[in-house]
């Protein structure tokens, strides 16, 4: 078999596969830090029971959807009292309930977003707390 | 066991769960109350109607209008962008002519001529904001609070065309580097949104009366426009009160006594 400009062929291959697989080959065996976000906030040492607005699992997986219903019943419904998950009474806000324990935003909630690439667009008006 | 019998069964069955699920729920309820509350104690302020009356004879130096205009400022982290072309207004100034077009004549006294005027949003009773916004980014309230969430809003811009007050601006640029000292209480706004005065509905839900109210001493009355006893309602009762454009037929909320 004769195949035309034979060696043209397959040296593009080689440069396209090598330029395609590069950035796989680059980091091969380099895993990027797990996010390891942090509860350490003065505010969450001094509460006997570390306990969220709902469980952890819950409010890992579903946080999002959570803050979405939150903005809707206190914007829409002006609805500002939630029952948490053992009967607690929280006012929904992102700035003075959420951000009240975890006032620290970079380690909790930008160390996960960061490693998924999620770019919420929540502090391009609420203010997040001051951290150093 | 006869068909009787198996009745019998059933209904006292029946009675029972229903009694445990109420003594339950009884239960459940006194441990609501026992828990920590982590809300304002605060009850907030409720109206069927909120309303405000102007009454521009209060107002006599610069400094009475600049206090109640700084206080909103301040509450709403309303940016200042030395620019008239990309001014936020929620609560400003205009003249009696602007204010109140067709009211004014040649003779009018002189003193109310050249008067600034205090000029909000109206949260008119049928409110053409609402009616042309295409998310419902802005929507009027039970109580007649004409809202912005803006987390809907696209910045179309149809609400600012079809407001008659003015009351409504845009934001051309990302306006935080223009608030002056931030509130960590209230946000601020992004670049590409409407905003506007709100009758502070985020303090009247802390039971606090609206930040203007709070810092004109009287120059400011709100309160319940359904509710005879209130003061708005008073005011409105024993003084000869004017609305803008009202030939419109939006219904505005703010009265003035001029």
Known sequence: MKIYDGGKIFIGIIIFLSVATSPFLFNMGKATAKPDPKLDTPEIQKMKKKQCVEPKEFMRREHMKLLNEWRDSVVREGNMIYIGVGGEVYSMSLQSTCMKCHSNKKKFCDECHKYVAVKPYCWDCHIAPKEN | ??????????????????????????????????????????????????????????????????????????????????????????????????????????????????????????????????????????????????????????????????????????????????????????????????????????????????????ASKGGLIFGDLEDPNSDVRKVLGSHYTIRRKSELGTGPGVYYIV
């Open chain 2, 1 to 214: 066991m006869d068909r009787r019998e198996f009745l019998k069964l059933t209904a006292i069955t029946a009675i029972a769960t229903a009694g445990g699920i109420s003594a339950l729920e009884i239960l459940r309820d006194k441990e609501l109350e026992a828990h920590e509350a982590h809300t304002p104690d605060t009850k907030p302020l409720t109206a069927k109607r909120w309303a405000m009356v102007v009454n521009i004879r209060k107002f006599k130096t610069e400094d009475d209008y600049k206090k109640v205009m700084d206080a909103c400022r301040r509450a709403h982290n309303v940016p200042d962008f030395g620019n008239p072309k990309d001014e936020i207004k929620w609560i400003w100034t205009d003249t009696f002519e602007h204010s109140f077009p067709g009211q004014e004549h040649k003779y009018m006294p002189e003193d109310l001529k050249h008067m600034p005027f205090l000029l909000l949003c109206n949260h008119c009773d049928n409110p053409p904001c609402v009616r042309v916004c295409p998310t419902k980014a802005t929507f009027k309230r039970k109580d007649g609070i004409v809202m912005m969430d803006m987390h809907r809003c696209i910045g179309c811009r149809f609400c600012m065309a079809a407001c008659p007050f003015g009351a409504r601006s845009f934001n051309w640029r990302d306006p935080r580097p223009f608030v002056k000292e931030i509130n960590p209480e209230f946000p601020t706004r992004t670049k590409g949104v409407v905003e506007k005065c709100n009758f502070c509905e985020e303090r009247l839900a802390v039971g606090r009366m609206p930040a203007c109210v709070e």
